[in-house]
């Protein structure tokens, strides 16, 4: 199925995300050459909730928001991984978020 496929590209990805630094749905899409699927990514993100080598909470909106919190167990867990990397985040924001994007580069 075309869906499970993507889906392992943006886990492949998602992997590669360096511990302090988060990325964004549309980065990882653009990455993979699908720029328009963000959603998707998104989709991919909250399926792998029992995955523990896909760091998920390094996966945010494109303004730094962390729209995916709802999809982890407890109220900041999110929040709490983050910060427990050395990220700021306030109302829900990454602070500096420009200073920790990290933009994925995928060879197809």
């Not at 590209?9 to 511990?19: G, K, L, M």
């Not at 993979?32 to 029992?50: E, K």
Request: proline letters at 3%.
């Amino acid at each position: 199925m075309a869906e499970e496929n993507f889906f392992e590209r943006v886990y492949a990805v998602a992997r590669q995300i360096p511990y302090g630094k988060v990325t964004s749905y549309g980065a990882i899409a653009k990455a993979l050459g699908a720029a328009r699927s963000a959603r998707m990514v998104g989709w991919a993100m909250n399926a792998c909730h029992n995955m523990d080598d896909v760091p998920a909470h390094r996966v945010v909106n494109q303004k730094g928001l962390l729209t995916g919190k709802h999809h982890f167990e407890g109220t900041n867990l999110m929040q709490q991984l983050l910060e427990s990397e050395g990220i700021e985040v306030v109302n829900n924001q990454i602070v500096d978020f420009e200073k920790h994007f990290w933009k994925p580069e995928v060879e197809i």
